[in-house]
């Protein structure tokens, strides 16, 4: 069975959404953006950041896929349903994203949106794994920093489980040798 070590507990991923919520309704003050989030990995994070949002906002959801079972980057991203009903074309688009690894699928996604030709278009991660990062990505509102290592929890998986944990935690296989 593997192993889960702490590495954000629910008080300080708390703290840090309301941080970013703060951040977004002072650039957002008098616009109306349309939140995108990515599926499944952001949905508790944009449950909890939209609920502090004051200002009038709609949401959307996109569905990619590129890791299936693995803990790597398989590096394919595709849209698996374009969930999207609501209209790109001169909204204030703010895409929502629980963790940016390589930047392939963020890299991915914003070039699909960008060809829908918003007013505007940000991202708001709340998880970064720089150190991972093949392909450059703009992170204009940054939560926080994660090492080089497969976490779950707070919508993150591991073979679709671990999603309800309330905290970050490393996924750690239990009889690794030490170092390893
Ligand atoms: P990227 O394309 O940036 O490599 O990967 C982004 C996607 O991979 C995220 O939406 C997230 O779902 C998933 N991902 C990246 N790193 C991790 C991780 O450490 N744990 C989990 N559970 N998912 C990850
Ligand atoms: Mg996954």
């Known amino acids: 069975m593997p192993q889960l070590r702490v590495l954000f507990t629910q008080e300080e991923i708390r703290s840090t959404v309301g941080r970013l919520a703060r951040e977004i309704s002072r650039d957002y003050e008098g616009k109306n953006p349309l939140l995108?989030?990515?599926?499944?990995?952001?949905?508790?994070?944009?449950?909890?950041?939209?609920?502090?949002?004051?200002?009038?906002?709609?949401?959307?959801?996109?569905?990619?896929?590129?890791?299936?079972?693995?803990?790597?980057?398989?590096?394919?991203?595709?849209?698996?349903?374009?969930?999207?009903?609501?209209?790109?074309?001169?909204?204030?688009?703010?895409?929502?994203?629980?963790?940016?690894?390589?930047?392939?699928?963020?890299?991915?996604?914003?070039?699909?949106?960008?060809?829908k030709r918003p007013a505007s278009l940000r991202v708001c991660a709340l998880f970064d794994k720089a150190m991972c990062r093949k392909v450059s990505v703009p992170i204009d509102y940054l939560g926080l920093s994660v090492p080089n290592e497969f976490v779950v929890g707070y919508g993150a998986d591991w073979d679709e489980k671990f999603r309800n944990l309330p905290g970050l935690y490393v996924l750690e296989e239990e009889n690794q040798p030490q170092g390893a």
């Open 36 to 115: 995108i989030g990515v599926l499944k990995g952001a949905v508790i994070f944009m449950a909890d950041l939209m609920r502090l949002l004051d200002m009038p906002l709609e949401v959307e959801f996109v569905r990619l896929s590129s890791y299936g079972r693995g803990k790597v980057s398989s590096g394919k991203v595709r849209v698996v349903r374009g969930l999207l009903r609501l209209p790109i074309k001169d909204r204030d688009i703010l895409v929502i994203e629980g963790i940016v690894d390589t930047g392939i699928t963020l890299d991915f996604l914003l070039g699909w949106l960008r060809r």
